[in-house]
């Protein structure tokens, strides 16, 4: 038994596809590849995969990982390949891999790396200035969805670090480094904070949203 | 195109289910367009993960995507949400593969799986800024037509431009090549038409009238050209064997209503069950050797990768060689973690331990179809089950471990009293019984039972019935509501509007046409989804058009009444029909005809086909 550990890119063309899509594919193209992975036992068996945090549908990211448990001796680069081969356009690992059986992915997983386009309804002169100020507050409290109903909480608590990096009076880019854990918020809810300190002026119906990476605490070291 | 394709993407964030309209899944084909000649849509009347589930739709995609020169792309019917935005932001009804609108295709075809989807057919067309009527449309795609429902085309008679009668896979091709020496020509489109109508299984609506008696039925169906033929026959597949399977289907992100591998064992049944319209239209049986089948499934787990492999046929079980095939594909792809699944199970002891073989790589239900609640009244169907045989297979079944079990029944069967629909609900407290001799208690026991509502459909032996009337099947299902409760079951029932309908359209001639056309025109859409069906605007759209739907779904035909589908010959004649539809009324029952032949007609309707022929 082996776990190979894969970071992976979903580009625009498959960024409606789900998190659980996602699972189901990969499952699929292993069996395509022809690669033996390890089965759960029971009745309905489940290929063993781990995913790290769950991607927002609609957006789209350059490192994202998931864990497999190869049950045949496979050298990474050559696991790599042979899915590659097989997978549909837009899903493409970008580099696989050995970890030891007891690493565990998601306890691994300390942030992400964020990009968010966005654009305005009309030309924000002082954007930047009100960037800061919108971030320097003590707190930025933003309403979450959760599976016990709406919770109130401070995002800041989770910011490491953000800038808006351009804004052309039409179009910016902000980006964010948050903290990845349990009941982490979205970048989608900085940019409504960000929304309603500004009164509204965000044209949130158009906006674009890129991971551009999940930091491990193996990439730190 | 690209413009477009930019402008769907930025709806996109702001519709449930986005997926559906992306396309660009695993083994969805990619041409260049500048190779292609003919554009092909393939239009399904639903939504993408019910038009997904559809296997004809997987075969003439493939087929048609095999010649270099056509390509055929995918469209289906955009949720409501999305169609709001796509009327708001002018953006028509596109194909999946190139965004490219549909009235930019040669060709549109619509499969017809289901009579209540017929106003999503319209709507789709008119999303497609493509006319409604056929007589309005002087340039653009030709809107070709197939599947079940098209066996009585009457109703969509001046919309549909073409019908192909039987099955798609061995017309098609011939229509195309056609089509190809037509386009290099420029010709006018009556002409093409008329030179496809030349084609056996090739029904052009247009070239027909349906003319009246002063009661409303039909007097006559008058072939308007001299050399147009008076009935269309359907075709049939010649050789079953060899004919075209695609051996690549396409692996959608989503999940959808069946996603998993189709593999078709045989088509057509033996079982001659007298409401089953499938049991009659797709005659003769024909199967597929069990060596052709792991050829296919082989490569079909390969281009896939899909975890499991459904047996697709009316009646699985049937299959001459299924124990040898189910345990050969269980050995084989056991390691895998690839499941069988068999749809549609018979009730014996034997599909139950067929099952549990199944269960072995992957747990799945059971469901079981006694469809009726007597002895009596499964012999006027001709259900060839005994209450014997339903006790025995859910003994085992309850042995074997299933806690979860689902039995379907029909209300509404001709000569069906209240002592029947009783007869359903002391069914379901046997199996109760039955579970609690085998385990000692009920705990973990879910029975789901569901009744739908008898609709008599054309070319079958209750196609002279008429429905039973709102009143008493609301009474019925009432009765079943009172006597199925506990905390083990659950009963579902079907809407009665919805049958209604169902049974006015599935039986309805070119004036019912025109009511759907209004009742579309009202917005109504999706009809068979509960929650978006506008029953009053049908009322309306009958009473607007002068027509009285109890004419269609209610009245008791005549033996020598002409029906709008007469003009279509399915191989199985009237005479046979009428046979069994008196035996039924005689409480006789007829064989299955792997015993031997009944006589359904369709031997003598082509020489060359074989029936129930086996490898």
Redo the contacts between chains.
Sequence with gaps: MKRIRNKFKKEENVRFISHLDVMRLFERAFRRADIKIAFSKGFNPHPKISFGNALMVGATTDGDYFDVEVCEDILPKDFKNKINNVLPKGIIILESFEVANEDILSSRIVAADYLIKFSTFENIHDIYDTYKKFIEQPSIEIEKDTKKGKKVIDIKAYIIETKLLFYDGKMGEIYVKLKLGEGTPTPLHLLKAFNDFLDGLINLENYKLKREKIILDTDMR | MEQLKEKID?L???VSK??RY?G???NSVEKNLENVYIRFAFAFPDVYEVGMSHLGMKILYSLLNEEDDIYCERVFAPWIDMENLMRENKIPLFSLETKTPLDKFDFVGFTLQYEMSYTNLLNMLNLGNIPILSKDRKEGPFIIAGGPCAYNPAPLSEVVDIFVMGEGEEVILEIMEVYRKWKNISGKRDEFLKLISKIEGVFIPAFYEEIYNSDGTIAEIKPLKEDISPRVKKRIIKDFETIFYPEKQI?P???IVHDRIMLEVFRGCTRGCRFCQAGMIYRPVREKSVEKLLELADKL???????ELSLTSLSTCDYSQIEDLVKKLIEKYH????GVAIPSTRIDAFSVNLLNEIQK???TGLTLAPEAGSQRLRDIINKGVTEEDLMVSTEEAFKAGWNTIKLYFMIGLPGETFEDVEGISDLVHKVISIYKKVRGNLKDLKITVSTSIFVPKPFTPFQWVGQEDVNTIIEKQDLLKKNLRGKNIRYSWHDHRTSFLEAVVSKGDRKVGRAIIKAWEKGCKFDGWDEYLKYDKWLEAFEEEGIDPHFYANRERNYDEIFPWDVVDVGVNKKYLLRELNKSKELKTTNDCRVFCTGCGIKEFDEEVKCFETH
Excluded: C, N, Q, W
């Design positions: 930025s996109l964030m702001r986005p997926t992306i660009g899944e695993l692996v992100f989503m999940d787990i390969k281009s896939t990768g899909y975890e390691d895998e973690g690839v790589v992957r747990k």
